[in-house]
């Protein structure tokens, strides 16, 4: 499994983040593994909007934003 570091972090921000992960009851690293895998399962509108010119289909960006919010409701 890969290794991530983020440097920098804003003591604010560390400390909001240890408390959500406290109230959670999962350590800190649990905490933004499950952050990252939930963000990276959803796709960006610009990923579904790629995904859509590359299949050949016509989608409105209505029709299309109304499908990315009812996939991000869904998980």
């Known amino acids: 499994m890969a290794t991530v570091q983020i440097k920098n972090v804003p ?3 560390h400390q909001i983040l240890r408390d959500r992960a406290g109230k959670a009851g999962q350590s800190l690293q649990a905490y933004l593994l499950a952050q990252l895998e ?12 790629e995904r859509v010119e590359h299949s050949g289909g016509r989608m409105s960006p209505a029709r299309a934003a109304k499908l990315v919010r009812e996939d991000r409701d869904s998980h």
């Open 38 to 49: 939930e963000q990276a399962s959803k796709p960006t509108i610009k990923e579904l909007f």
């Open 11 to 13: 003591p604010d921000v």
